[in-house]
């Protein structure tokens, strides 16, 4: 029993190495074989609820991340995760319960990844005013947090507060170069725009086609 659980988790972790590289449906392929091994694990069934959320199945996600905390109710990166599900699928209602769970989970340390959801479930319903702290805390706790500079930058363009949009959106393309996003390059761009500075959106316009060539 004991080399089936090793096993399980060596190939799961192939599994979230490859899901962190993008590769979902190798990653997915992996994580079903890690399942089979070991279908107790709250941990491959988490890994298999991100997957498959990747993969366009967010019914097949929450399956899975249920699952997880139904393995272990305690295990509250899976509710962060699951959070995050409900909030791209627009489940606003059940993303804020499960949110008040993680809330009162106070051993959390990713709190870097609680506010940046916190900050999501306002900002997908145009709540901006509401969005701005909870991305502003998730940057006190993550630093270099690609997805919390980029979504505090965005917040405040959508605020019109566009020279501060665009000084929060420099920082974050410091901080997401590595994730190969041009998102934050486009919105710095037309902030500057916005703001009366011409010449920096063109700067910033000039490289996103330069290093994005086929970027959105």
Known sequence: ??????????????????????????????????????????AIANALGLTYHARGRSDLGIKYLQESLDL?????????NLVRVYIDIKDYK?????????????????LDNFYINEGLLYYNQNLFSRALDPFARALDYGRENCPAHNLYGKTLFELKRYSEAAIAL???IVFCQKSGSDEP???????????????????????IIKLYPNGE
């Open 170 to 172: 420099d920082k974050a």
């Open 94 to 110: 059940s993303a804020e319960k499960q949110l008040a769970l993680v809330k009162k989970d106070l051993t959390y340390s990713a």
């Open 185 to 207: 390059h486009y919105f710095c761009a037309i902030s500057y725009y916005c703001a009366g500075n011409k010449r920096k959106a063109a700067v910033r316009f000039e490289e």
């Open 72 to 80: 272990d109710p305690s295990f509250t990166e899976a509710r962060n």
């Open 1 to 42: 029993m004991e080399d089936r659980e090793q096993k399980s988790r060596l190939i799961m972790d192939v599994g979230v190495s490859l899901y962190d590289g993008g590769r979902y449906p190798e990653a997915l392929k992996e994580l079903l074989k890690a399942y089979k091994l070991d279908p107790r694990s709250a």
